[in-house]
């Protein structure tokens, strides 16, 4: 995932992963948003590029999310395209992740 | 250092001895001869002056006495006599007695002049003796050896002839102290008118001669005069002791040579206009080998002191050569014991050290090179054979992991046999590499069956640990009666507590009530299940789900109740099934799922599985398998089947 886009606007780290967040690509994005993380107390994740997510993708979200809850920052996920929201809604993602 | 005849060191020495040896006696040979050339040179040039002005007086002398006697002899008186006739006894003395008066008054005065006689054709000789006495031979009395009398004979008229010398001893028939050795004569012929031709010969010893270079005589210098025959007619100092050919021949010459009595010596000589007589001056060099010596021992101290100076030298030069040579050898010494860090050699003068040295640092750079080059290689290897041991080593642990996993999962079918109202089959095909898939299925109670199918993020050793704890704490959790959602829920929350490796599990968990065929599903993220109901086909069935577990703590689980009709089946499975893919990448999929098994939706559970193998099989073709391949099947029969 080396075209994610990273933006620090003040406090908001705005993310704009490119592309499919599998099981190979996922490692790489957690390293990446993990590094750009601190300093930001609120992560705004555009999913506009994003055609498919697998199970390790959503993990990262899962974990990265308990991580800020520990810090009191949050985490939001934008422009999901709807196949994307099918998935997050069949997994109870939304239970989790706060998805506008 | 060694001193060995096959060392360096003797193998030059010798060379130098032997040129050293040369250069002296070269040197000795030309500087000895050039010394001696050059005195002998002195030593003739005031000889030779001195002779020059010795023969250039002496000659002139000689020739003024001839002249003078000759004169005397030329004397009508003599001349008279010499033609006096025996006609009368008495006139005969009387002219005896004039005639010795005469000669007694006017010739035999002289010095030198030793007596004056007469020769006749016949030979018949008269004359005068130095006594005053006066004698007539017949001619067979004549002593003169022939061949003297014949040059005698032979003179022509009016010239002087030098016959001798000759023996007094042979000419007078006795000897006497009277009588001189050797005596010289002057002969000339004159006409007798009664007895024809006759010849006045002139006596004379070697006095007329010694006197004349009397004021020669210089103790080194000995003079010689020989006639034209080289018979020797006097000399002043010693004794000649050579051949007089030999030495009238070495006369002149410049050349040292060595007379009989094996003297140095070298001479002068001229030669008379007439009589050819010859006059040589012979000088004795007696301190000519001495000095020879002299100058020999001389110049072979000073050869003797250069050699010893060469051997200095030569040793000390051979000392720093050997140091700088052992030098390099001990270089290359430890580049042979493998040193090749050592520091740079001892500097050295010669050239073709310089080289080597060169070559050898060179020699030492390529060698460390390679040194390093193979170490390098070596390393590599050994982090080669390390990866490979280590690789080994994994894939055995995996192995054994796997087959822990695999063992950890019920495998005896049929698994309930005495059980007629259903049927199960279940199988893991793991991946090359352990996964985290598991099923498990277990009677909670006597009329409740549990079935699990799961799949564990990742892959590994880690993935099988948290596969095996997972599956333990669903079992736990079933076993203690919770209901599935509740059984998820605290699982959910034991995993998430200890998850340090940010690990997660789907699961998928129904529990059934045997004897009714309802029961509760609890789906957490996984894959959806494939239900078939009696006379139907199989399809997927889409509902929402729940998070999967061991991520998110507020996650909340809900039971999904379904019911089981006699004839209805039940597939469920991992994405190890739908995303296989093949050798072009393209996923098995759900569409493919669901028409493999609508093929035969009524078979047995066994069945159903082997079906979807087989079209996975099919499906991927040669490409590598990368995820576990778990399946189930369920299949309620309710009480449409007697056992």
Redesign the interface.
Same mark, same amino acid.
């Given at each position: 995932m080396s075209n994610t886009v990273f933006e620090l606007n003040g406090k908001t780290l705005t993310v704009k992963p490119d592309g499919e967040l599998d099981?190979v690509t996922s490692p790489t994005f957690e390293k990446e948003l993990r590094e750009h993380l601190s300093g930001a107390d609120s992560i705004v994740v555009d999913f506009e590029k994003v055609n498919y997510i697998s199970?390790?993708g959503?993990?990262v979200f899962?974990?990265v999310?308990?991580t800020l809850e520990a810090h009191g920052a949050e985490m939001k996920l934008i422009h999901v395209n709807e196949h994307i929201l099918e998935i997050f *809604?069949? #997994?109870?993602?939304m *239970? #989790?992740v706060d998805v506008e | 250092m060694k001193h060995r005849l096959k060392s360096l060191r003797f193998r030059i020495l010798l060379p130098v001895i032997i040129l050293v040896l040369i250069i002296i006696t070269l040197l000795t040979t030309l500087f000895s001869r050039a010394y001696i050339k050059m005195i002998q040179q002195q030593e003739q040039e005031v000889n030779a002056v001195g002779f020059a002005t010795v023969s250039n007086s002496v000659l002139p002398l000689i020739n003024t006495s001839i002249a003078e006697v000759r004169s005397v002899m030329s004397d009508d008186r003599v001349a008279s006599y010499a033609r006096l006739r025996y006609s009368s006894m008495t006139e005969l003395v009387h002219a005896r007695i004039r005639c010795r008066d005469y000669l007694r008054s006017e010739i035999m005065s002289r010095d030198g002049i030793y007596g004056l006689l007469f020769m006749r054709k016949d030979g018949s000789q008269f004359g005068a003796l130095p006594n005053g006495n006066f004698f007539q031979d017949r001619p067979e009395e004549n002593p003169l050896p022939e061949d003297m009398k014949a040059k005698i004979l032979n003179a022509p008229l009016g010239e002087t002839v030098w016959v001798g010398p000759v023996s007094g001893a042979v000419l007078y028939g006795f000897e006497s102290s009277d009588i001189p050795q050797s005596i010289m004569i002057a002969a000339w012929k004159s006409v007798d008118v009664s007895y024809g031709e006759c010849y006045a010969l002139m006596l004379m010893d070697e006095s007329i001669f010694e006197g004349l270079f009397a004021s020669l005589q210089d103790g080194k210098s000995s003079w010689y005069l020989f006639t034209e025959d080289q018979a020797e007619i006097c000399h002043i100092g010693r004794d000649l002791s050579m051949d007089p050919g030999r030495l009238i021949s070495e006369s002149n010459s410049g050349n040292i040579f060595r007379d009989d009595d094996e003297l140095p010596a070298f001479a002068y000589s001229t030669t008379l206009d007439a009589p050819a007589w010859t006059l040589v001056r012979k000088v004795s060099m007696e301190g000519y080998d001495k000095m020879v010596r002299g100058v020999t021992h001389t110049i072979a101290i000073f050869g003797g002191l250069i050699l010893l100076i060469a051997l200095v030298v030569y040793e000390l030069w051979m000392r720093r050569f050997l140091r700088q040579f052992y030098s390099l050898l001990k270089g290359i010494a430890r580049m042979g014991e493998g040193d090749l860090e050592s520091a740079a050699f001892e500097p050295t003068s010669i050239d073709e050290f310089q080289t080597m040295q060169r070559e050898i640092n060179r020699t030492r750079a390529a060698l460390n090179d390679q040194m390093d080059t193979i170490r390098r290689m070596e390393r590599e290897r050994m982090e080669m054979e390390n990866k490979r041991k280590e690789q080994e080593r994994i894939e055995e642990e995996l192995k054994m992991a796997r087959e822990i996993q695999e063992s950890a999962l019920p495998q005896l079918f049929p698994a309930f046999p005495d059980r007629a109202k259903f049927d199960l089959f279940a199988s893991m095909t793991p991946a090359k590499e352990v996964g985290g898939d598991f099923y498990d299925f277990f009677q909670v109670d006597s009329d409740h069956l549990a079935l699990v199918i799961a799949?564990v993020?990742g892959k590994g050793i880690p993935a099988a640990l948290f596969m095996m704890t997972s599956k333990s704490l669903i079992n736990t959790q079933l076993m203690s009666g919770c209901d599935p959602a509740t059984a998820l829920e605290r699982v959910n929350l034991q995993l998430c507590e200890r998850n340090s490796s940010?690990m $997660?599990v789907?699961v998928w968990l129904a529990v059934l009530e045997i004897s009714t065929g309802r029961g509760l599903a609890c789906n957490?993220?996984h894959v959806?299940p494939a239900i078939h109901r009696s006379g139907g086909r199989f399809a997927l069935e889409?509902?929402?789900?729940?998070? $999967?577990l061991g991520?998110?703590?507020?996650?909340?689980y809900v039971n999904r109740p379904f019911e089981m009709k006699s004839g209805d089946s039940l597939f469920v499975y991992t994405?190890g099934v739908t995303e296989a893919r093949d050798t072009d990448k393209q996923m098995f999929g759900k569409e493919r799922l669901e028409s493999t098994l609508n093929i035969d939706p009524e078979a047995a559970p066994e069945t159903l599985i082997s079906q979807v193998k087989n079209a996975l099989t099919d499906f991927v073709g040669g490409a590598e398998q990368f995820d576990d391949i778990t399946m189930l099947a369920f299949r309620y029969y309710g009480d449409s089947r007697i056992r």
């Open positions: 099981s199970s390790a959503l993990r899962l974990a999310e308990n *809604d069949l #997994v109870g993602f *239970d #989790v | 799949d993020s940010r $997660f789907t957490a993220g959806n889409v509902y929402k789900h729940n998070i $999967f991520v998110s703590k507020k996650a909340k994405d």
